[in-house]
C-alpha cells in the first residue's frame, strides 16, 4: 500500500487563497490565515521564511515551501525586517497602490502588494478548511519544508504562475487542482532526499521484513492484529519481527498499531461527519467506549470533545 498516496489522495483544495505578491525592500509579510498548509515560491527575488519557532529558512527563484499552520509566520526579505502587513483569510491580499489610489481593483487578478512592480515576486496559495488534509501527514512534516528549483517542480510551478493572473470561467477550480498537484510533487521530492527525516511509513522498503508488516496493518487497522498473526504473514518469527520491527521503527508493532489507529481516527473525526461509534469500528475497537479511552491516553482528550475543537466540527 503506498501510504503516501493514501495521506494525500483525499487533500483537495476548496476556494484555495492563492495569490501573487509584488514587493519592493524592505518588505514584510504576516500570514495569519490559520491555513493548515500554505505553498510559498519565489517567482523573483529571494525571501525568508520565519516560522513561529525555530530558524529561518531562505527560498530563492523557483524554490517552492510547503509551511505548516496553523500557526502565524512571517515572509520577508530579511529575518530582521519587521512584518509590515498582516494577511489573515479575510483581507489575503493587499491592494496596489494604484488600486488604493484610484479605488480600483488591481492590475491583474489575484495581484497584490504596495507596488505594482518590485523586486520581489511571491506566489502564495493557501488551504481553506477542512480540504482532507490528515494529522498523519501534518505529523509528518516539519514546520518549513523547501524543494529548490532543481529538483523537478519548475514547469509545474511555471504553469501555476501563468494561471493566477488569468480570470477566465473555472478559474478558481483550475488553481485549486494546480495547487495540489504542486503540494503532491513538492512533498514527494522532498520525502526522497536522503538527508531527510522522512516518517518510517515512507522509509521503509516494501519488500522488507518490516515493510510487509507496516503494509499489512496500513492496509486493513481495524484486522485484531497481534505480534504472532503479524510474523505469520510476513513468514518470520514472532521474536525476529518484534526486534527488527523496533529497531527500524522505534517502537514495538502493537504500540505502532495502536498508534496507527488513533491517527487515522483523528483523521477520520476532522474530515467526515461519521459517529464516533462507526470510527470505532472502522480503525479496529469494539466501540466508542474503547475508542474513548485510547484517544484520551494517546492524545489527551476523547474523541467527541476533540472533534468539538475544530473549526466547523460539531461533537457526535
Not at 514587493?23 to 520565519?50: H, V
Not at 512592480?117 to 514546520?143: E, K
Not at 516518517?199 to 504472532?228: C, F, M, Q
Request: glycine share 8%; net charge neutral.
Amino acid at each position: 500500500m503506498d501510504t503516501l498516496t493514501d495521506l494525500l489522495e483525499g487533500v483537495q483544495a476548496r476556494a484555495a487563497l492563492i495569490h501573487r505578491s509584488i514587493m519592493t525592500s524592505p518588505w514584510s509579510l504576516r500570514f495569519a490565515s490559520g491555513a493548515p498548509l500554505t505553498l510559498l515560491a519565489m517567482l523573483e527575488g529571494q525571501a525568508w521564511i520565519i516560522p513561529p519557532d525555530g530558524e529561518a529558512v531562505a527560498i530563492g527563484p523557483g524554490d517552492v515551501a510547503v509551511v505548516r499552520g496553523p500557526a502565524s509566520y512571517t515572509v520577508a526579505d530579511d529575518p530582521a525586517t519587521s512584518p509590515q502587513h498582516v494577511i489573515t483569510s479575510a483581507s489575503y491580499c493587499a491592494a496596489t497602490a494604484r488600486a488604493i489610489e484610484d479605488r480600483e481593483p488591481a492590475m491583474d487578478p489575484r495581484s497584490c502588494g504596495i507596488a505594482e512592480s518590485g523586486s520581489a515576486v511571491l506566489l502564495s496559495g493557501a488551504y481553506q478548511g477542512r480540504a482532507g488534509i490528515s494529522d498523519r501527514l501534518l505529523n509528518a512534516l516539519p514546520d518549513v519544508v523547501v524543494v529548490t528549483d532543481d529538483e523537478g517542480c519548475s514547469p509545474l510551478l511555471t504553469l501555476v504562475a501563468a494561471e493566477v493572473v488569468r480570470n477566465r470561467p473555472g478559474q478558481q477550480a483550475v488553481l485549486d487542482r494546480l495547487l495540489d498537484l504542486l503540494l503532491v510533487t513538492t512533498l514527494r521530492a522532498w520525502f526522497d532526499r536522503a538527508q531527510t527525516h522522512a516518517p518510517v511509513w515512507y522509509r521503509v522498503k516494501d519488500d522488507s521484513i518490516v515493510g510487509t508488516a507496516l503494509r499489512l496493518i496500513h492496509g486493513n487497522p481495524a484486522h485484531p492484529w497481534t505480534v504472532e498473526n503479524l510474523a505469520a504473514k510476513v513468514g518470520v518469527s514472532r521474536a525476529a519481527l518484534a526486534r527488527r520491527f523496533t529497531v527500524e521503527v522505534g517502537e514495538p508493532p502493537i504500540t505502532y498499531l495502536a498508534n496507527w489507529r488513533i491517527a487515522l481516527a483523528a483523521d477520520l473525526l476532522r474530515n467526515t461527519e461519521a459517529t464516533v461509534g462507526s470510527i470505532a469500528h472502522k480503525v479496529g475497537y469494539s466501540g466508542t467506549f474503547a475508542l474513548s479511552v485510547a484517544f484520551k491516553r494517546r492524545l489527551g482528550t476523547a474523541p467527541s470533545r476533540y472533534r468539538a475543537t475544530l473549526p466547523g466540527q460539531r461533537s457526535s
